[in-house]
């Protein structure tokens, strides 16, 4: 048997975030983003709660093939493009959309392309309006274009960039318009699709114009920020969830856990969670972390350890060896442990661990 | 292909800090403890590393039963012991020794042992000394012994505690010796070895005596805490590295990357490495984190996104894209990083994520 800590993943939140946000966003073509193993949420399980999207998009050339092998069919796009030129052979036999965001792709391109007349390969050409991440800038997007328009094994080419501040649009050192304005330039007379929209434009500003958005954390039910999840109407796909181990009765001065920073002022009840930062629960967590025992909220104690965090149970009545603890999903958002722990939600949906046991709702 | 990060595990380094743990504490046994897939590290790949050991220590059931398929014949113990009854059918199965520190597992255990009369089970019974997360109460203790040592079952049982502040032995919440103190008082006249050391007491305390010592983190290479790993003779098992796979030319005000956190004061070449914290790098790191590209020491700069983060390439002559970095390992401790992002080396290791491709040095 596993530990008593669990993931459990709801297939149909998936499939209720996903109508969301084609709801947002009329009109336009949704890539579900799935990189990182769906955010932790499983690819095979994405497939079935994104089967309603136009594509999935993702980074990992490794995982792009698992996703035909697991049987989708629709298009797949690499958000980071291909590594080197051995990727290119997966490009072709699974079929890949690719960012381009580096000249050294485009030789790449030129290279594996004028070896074959088979394929066409579309093409997200990426730029770099300001996050000054991945991208060519305004001035290299244009010739990037062109000597990608020439090759005949280039399809479309997508004109795409990626925002720093969608979920902060007045953000003073680059504020969203200025982004915008960047990449509006840039892309001037050309023609081509637009892709420009993350989750929290999706959710914050339909006003942008974007032919394909790409909605990432949002389709797991937790907020690119601007607002809770909840109410932007969007339900948790996973729920992690654990067990008391173990319970303390302590007296008013006695410390818990690693490095004693925690003492108690009064009498206290403290139970043992079968959960710590290998599971992928954030050691910055600190005292006072929101935490669900037995359908009561209350909250963490002291350090997180590797396998185990202590509860305060002292107003938790009836908690035994066995209660149930509910360390986020309904009821107890991801991202309010999250904001507590310093972090955001995508970090912690991301964390959960190989040794955690994985179920469906 | 998968993207360019990768864990490179290095098993003489394994075998070399096991060493170096168990000259520290001669005449005692070891436990060397793999639990969350040993450290990140692997169970196979601990199997060989840790051959030497007198037995494995974990705290998962199933990772359990893995170590035995996998070939291990010397003891294995589950230091949280065993959850429910189905887990004891693992326990003789897999021949486990077990923690035992509450009294539902003496119930549970009493129940399955009076079903059949094969097995001996050896326990090791944990004490609460202070840091009230798992085990008996002083007071407490010596009737689970009874209760235990009356079970016709019931094998060895040995006298286990853990410290909270072994790296901290001057806390002045609770000083290591009121923990070993309250220990001694609570096992008086009972026999039994005794098993107290985990990595920090075994590097540091080799005065108190530990019949069994449970090294963890520093047989992969970390510190627990007092000196660093290399000052102790230990050497990194783990090196995670990467590559650049884009570069920035910005000038002076430049923002990078979410939240445009950072500013560049002057024109600056920042590079983007394939490693974000979907990776498992974590996500505090701030601005200043110390990286190596080439060979040459630089640092973050802004913030780390889930796939990617930025470093300074101003100083690194000859940086390119497809250049190495060293996130951690041989010239950059785990520790180090851990330190700039307020945290352990422990959860560094143990949050290497299932998508980055670990190989053998």
């Given at each position: 048997?596993?530990r008593?800590?669990?993931a ?9 975030n ?6 947002r966003?009329?009109g336009?073509?949704i890539?579900?983003v799935?990189k ?6 499983g690819l095979a ?9 136009d594509?999935l998009?993702?980074?990992e ?7 035909r ?14 590594f ?9 036999a699974a ?8 000249v050294e792709?485009?030789?790449m ?12 390969v579309n ?10 991440r ?7 997007f244009r010739?990037?274009?062109a000597?990608?328009?020439?090759l005949?094994?280039?399809g479309d080419i997508t004109l795409m960039?990626?925002?720093a ?9 680059l504020p ?7 990449f509006?330039?840039?892309i001037?007379?050309l023609a081509g699709?637009?892709?420009v929209?993350n989750?929290?434009?999706d959710?914050m500003?339909p ?10 954390v949002?389709?797991?039910g ?5 607002g809770s999840?909840?109410s ?6 996973m729920?992690?969830?654990?067990q008391i ?12 856990g690693y490095?004693s920073r ?10 043992v969670?079968?959960?710590?930062y290998?599971?992928g629960?954030?050691?910055h967590?600190?005292?006072?972390t929101?935490?669900i025992v ?16 202590s ?7 009836g908690a035994?060896?066995?209660s149930q ?14 904001h507590a722990?310093?972090t ?9 661990a ?8």
């Amino acid at each position: 048997m596993p530990r008593p800590i669990l993931a459990t993943i709801d297939i149909s939140a998936l499939r209720h975030n996903l109508r969301i946000a084609k709801a947002r966003a009329p009109g336009a073509r949704i890539w579900a983003v799935v990189k990182s193993n769906a955010y932790g949420h499983g690819l095979a399980r994405a497939i079935r709660g994104f089967a309603d999207a136009d594509g999935l998009a993702l980074i990992e050339p490794d995982y792009a093939m698992q996703l035909r092998e697991l049987g989708w069919q629709k298009p797949i796009l690499l958000l980071e493009g291909f590594f080197d030129m051995a990727d290119l052979d997966i490009v072709t036999a699974a079929r890949l959309e690719v960012t381009v965001h580096r000249v050294e792709q485009i030789a790449m391109l030129e290279a594996f392309l004028a070896m074959q007349t088979v394929t066409k390969v579309n093409i997200h050409l990426k730029m770099n309006s300001g996050m000054n991440r991945l991208g060519f800038t305004p001035d290299a997007f244009r010739a990037a274009h062109a000597r990608l328009r020439a090759l005949q094994g280039v399809g479309d080419i997508t004109l795409m960039t990626h925002l720093a501040n969608a979920d902060d649009p007045l953000n003073a050192r680059l504020p969203l318009q200025q982004q915008i304005a960047t990449f509006e330039r840039g892309i001037a007379g050309l023609a081509g699709d637009r892709s420009v929209a993350n989750s929290a434009v999706d959710l914050m500003h339909p006003e942008l114009r974007s032919d394909w958005v790409r909605p990432g954390v949002m389709l797991y039910g937790a907020t690119p920020g601007g607002g809770s999840a909840k109410s932007f109407g969007l339900r948790p796909a996973m729920t992690l969830s654990s067990q008391i181990i173990g319970i303390q009765h302590i007296a008013a001065g006695e410390a818990v856990g690693y490095g004693s920073r925690f003492i108690s002022a009064t009498p206290m009840i403290v139970g043992v969670v079968a959960c710590g930062y290998a599971d992928g629960y954030p050691r910055h967590a600190p005292t006072g972390t929101p935490v669900i025992v037995d359908g009561v909220r209350t909250e963490t104690v002291g350090r997180v350890s590797m396998d185990m965090f202590s509860v305060d149970l002292t107003n938790v009545p009836g908690a035994q060896v066995g209660s149930q603890v509910l360390l986020w999903g309904d009821g107890l958002s991801v991202d309010e442990v999250a904001h507590a722990a310093g972090t955001i939600g995508y970090e912690l949906l991301c964390a959960v661990a190989a040794r955690v046991p994985f179920v469906e709702a």
